[in-house]
Structure formats: structure tokens, C-alpha cells
T-cell receptor
């Protein structure tokens, strides 16, 4: 089993739709969680951290479920510019290792 | 957040040669890392670049193939040695934010093609 697993997609949704994807992690001692966004041929960029209480940043909402060991990302009112690959990232308890999921491809169509 | 300058941005190399990639951070950072990303794949950690000591390599990566230097807290290099076509990939430098010690920032990557 992979340490961090994501649905690879692609998710193809119309502009304005709401889309959500999950990520599961295997190490119950994992400490920190993030969503990164990676555009084609670009480096990953931090989208948002994921906190136990859940957090929201504009149209983006991230949730953490420690009991079930998954995190989620919800995008409301999707824009064409949201088209990218979204990477789930988990930091282990030793704080030295950061593990990337394989990414979920999202494509927003007009 | 840290700003990371990485160069070269791309290169095409001959089999058997070596390429050194440089990474410069605009502030002192506690940790620097080198990743590889094959087309359509996620990031694979090659090694952690330790300041003033030998890098810590992940399983499947060795110092002879990927020597790394980190002479200070803002600079690191990765060399891809004795290249073969299988080394064609994007190589990414990253650094952890000293202030939060959590968030990871990336250089713009080096797209390497080996003929």
C-alpha cells in the first residue's frame, strides 16, 4: 500500500461546478498535511495547509479526518484557472520526511 | 516564503556526461531537498541536502550517481553523473521554510533530456 494515495482522475467538470477529491495516508502518526497545486511543466506550489478543525481559503476548503486517515479538498464555483494537478502532501511524525501523493488531475471546461 | 532560483531550467545532454544543477535560496533555510519527477508521475525524493555534511539518500539513490553539495544554508547543487536516457526527468530543488519549519517551497525545476 502506498503511503499517500490519491485518485489520479482526471476530473473533468464544467466551470462553476463544485468538485472534491480525497487523499488517504497510511501512517497514523503523520503530523502535517498540505495540498499543493502543480500546473503543467511547472513546479508544485503550496495551495493550503490542512488543519484538524478544517480550514477554508476563498473557494477552497480542506478537511482532515484523522480517524479515517484521509484529507479532502473541496473547490466551489470552479474556474478555468483551477485546471491543474493537485498533490496531497503528508509530513511524517519525525518531521524530516515529506511524502507526495501521485496527484489528482483536474480539468475545468467552459 | 522562500524564493528559490534553480538553474539550468533545461538541458539536453549526451549519454555518459554529467550535469550539475544549482539551487539558490533567498534566505537561510533549515532543510533542502532534491526531488525527481518523471512525466505524469509524482515527486520522488532523491536526498536531503545537509549543510556541511554528506547528503542523506533515499532508497534507490546513491551518492556516486547523484552527488550533492550544500556548503551553506542557502545553496545546494545536485549532479547527475554518467547520464543515461533513463535519467531524463524533471529535477526539483526544494527548501523548508525556516520560520514554520513545515512548508515546502520549490525551485522552478530542471528539465533534463539525455540522448
Amino acid at each position: 500500500r502506498k503511503e499517500v494515495e490519491q485518485d489520479p482522475g482526471p476530473f473533468n467538470v464544467p466551470e462553476g461546478a463544485t468538485v472534491a477529491f480525497n487523499c488517504t495516508y497510511s501512517n497514523s502518526a503523520s503530523q502535517s498535511f498540505f495540498w499543493y497545486r502543480q500546473d503543467c511543466r511547472k513546479e508544485p506550489k503550496l495551495l493550503m495547509s490542512v488543519y484538524s478543525s478544517g480550514n477554508e481559503d476563498g473557494r477552497f476548503t480542506a478537511q482532515l479526518n484523522r480517524a479515517s486517515q484521509y484529507i479532502s479538498l473541496l473547490i466551489r464555483d470552479s474556474k478555468l484557472s483551477d485546471s491543474a494537478t493537485y498533490l496531497c502532501v503528508v509530513r511524517d511524525s519525525s518531521a524530516s520526511k515529506i511524502i507526495f501523493g501521485s496527484g489528482t488531475r483536474l480539468s475545468i471546461r467552459p | 516564503s522562500a524564493v528559490i532560483s534553480q538553474k539550468p531550467s533545461r538541458d539536453i545532454c549526451q549519454r555518459g556526461t554529467s550535469l550539475t544543477i544549482q539551487c539558490q535560496v533567498d534566505s537561510q533555510v533549515t532543510m533542502m531537498f532534491w526531488y525527481r519527477q518523471q512525466p505524469g508521475q509524482s515527486l520522488t525524493l532523491i536526498a536531503t541536502a545537509n549543510q556541511g555534511s554528506e547528503a542523506t539518500y533515499e532508497s534507490g539513490f546513491v551518492i556516486d550517481k547523484f552527488p550533492i553539495s550544500r556548503p551553506n544554508l542557502t545553496f545546494s547543487t545536485l549532479t547527475v553523473s554518467n547520464m543515461s536516457p533513463e535519467d531524463s526527468s524533471i529535477y526539483l530543488c526544494s527548501a523548508r521554510d525556516r520560520a514554520t519549519n513545515e512548508k515546502l517551497f520549490f525551485g522552478s525545476g530542471t528539465q533534463l533530456s539525455v540522448l
